[in-house]
């Protein structure tokens, strides 16, 4: 990913272990904290499948995946998601902006389309809809990290370099694997 967008995890992720893990609200001042605010929750085998109901109902998992209606605005942002349905993995990509205008409720996406996969989007970041499908919602404390060292980035002129000692114990080329 791009340096400065590397330390923004994804919006949902689901582990193997049954943990619905999701970003909570972060502290805005600059710089920001070193690790995310996680929230996770117990996902039950039923929630994981009324999360792939949804997307088949929403039109997401036949045919099309990819959901950017003419390549999307110009600057905006592109989302992707990565499903395992039966087996398989299932890469769709879309605005997670993308929405309809409604006249009248409930306001229902056409199936298969960009404000499906808005609507599917927005859905995943408040897992209450899913019901007894999660737990309680607690602080996630991932059990290990993952480090991604090189060389610093180019200065920028406005903002002023900020240097620090490591903060561990063994020093940083004693540990880890290269990676090219």
């Given at each position: 990913?791009?340096?400065?967008?590397?330390?923004?995890?994804?919006?949902?992720?689901?582990?193997?272990?049954?943990?619905?893990?999701?970003?909570?609200?972060?502290?805005?001042?600059?710089?920001?904290?070193?690790?995310?605010?996680?929230?996770?929750?117990?996902?039950?085998?039923?929630?994981?499948?009324?999360?792939?109901?949804?997307?088949?109902?929403?039109?997401?998992?036949?045919?099309?995946?990819?959901?950017?209606?003419?390549?999307?605005?110009?600057?905006?942002?592109?989302?992707?998601?990565?499903?395992?349905?039966?087996?398989?993995?299932?890469?769709?990509?879309?605005?997670?902006?993308?929405?309809?205008?409604?006249?009248?409720?409930?306001?229902?996406?056409?199936?298969?389309?960009?404000?499906?996969?808005?609507?599917?989007?927005?859905?995943?970041?408040?897992?209450?809809?899913?019901?007894?499908?999660?737990?309680?919602?607690?602080?996630?404390?991932?059990?290990?990290?993952?480090?991604?060292?090189?060389?610093?980035?180019?200065?920028e002129a406005s903002v002023p370099a900020q240097?620090?000692?490591?903060?561990?114990?063994?020093?940083v080329g004693t540990f880890g694997t290269s990676?090219?």
């Amino acid at each position: 990913p791009p340096i400065d967008q590397f330390a923004i995890p994804p919006v949902v992720t689901i582990t193997g272990d049954g943990r619905y893990i999701t970003v909570g609200p972060q502290d805005a001042m600059y710089p920001g904290p070193a690790l995310p605010n996680l929230l996770g929750r117990p996902i039950t085998d039923a929630g994981r499948a009324s999360i792939l109901a949804e997307a088949q109902r929403l039109g997401l998992l036949t045919g099309e995946t990819d959901f950017t209606a003419d390549g999307g605005v110009p600057g905006g942002i592109t989302g992707r998601l990565e499903l395992t349905v039966d087996g398989q993995r299932v890469t769709l990509t879309g605005s997670p902006e993308a929405r309809i205008e409604c006249v009248t409720t409930p306001c229902e996406p056409p199936p298969g389309t960009p404000a499906a996969f808005g609507a599917f989007w927005s859905a995943l970041q408040d897992p209450a809809w899913l019901g007894d499908g999660v737990g309680p919602e607690a602080p996630y404390v991932a059990d290990r990290f993952a480090l991604l060292i090189g060389p610093p980035p180019a200065p920028e002129a406005s903002v002023p370099a900020q240097i620090l000692d490591w903060p561990l114990d063994v020093p940083v080329g004693t540990f880890g694997t290269s990676v090219a």
